[in-house]
């Protein structure tokens, strides 16, 4: 299967039309439809996969399984650990500035402190 087909039908299977996953993606909203004629640079496809939450393997039909990462194969994300993390921290295509960045922070631990104590 083609690059564009498993990006369709990737889309589709997420509600959303090529446009819609572009926009998302922040790249141009008709830039996907071109991947018929030309291949996309590896940052854009990643975008894409972030935004459909599959890995750019899937997309490239190198394997059949959707979320083969790295993240997806641990038992459990350390959220805290995931703050640093660029990709995980994004919201419908948009970085999350610093300072939410700081009060997600604290929140996390927030409500490590209380499991914490409740397990005690």
Known sequence: MALIDRVKETAKKSGYSLTEVAIKAG????SIYAWTTREPTVATLQKVADVLHVSTD???GRTDEMNATSVSKKS???LKDALDDEIMLAFDGHDIPDEDKV???EYIELLDMKRRSEHE
């Open 27 to 30: 790249i141009g909203e008709k």
């Open 76 to 78: 459990h994300i350390d």
């Open 103 to 105: 009060k997600i922070r």
């Open 58 to 60: 899937y997309l490239l």
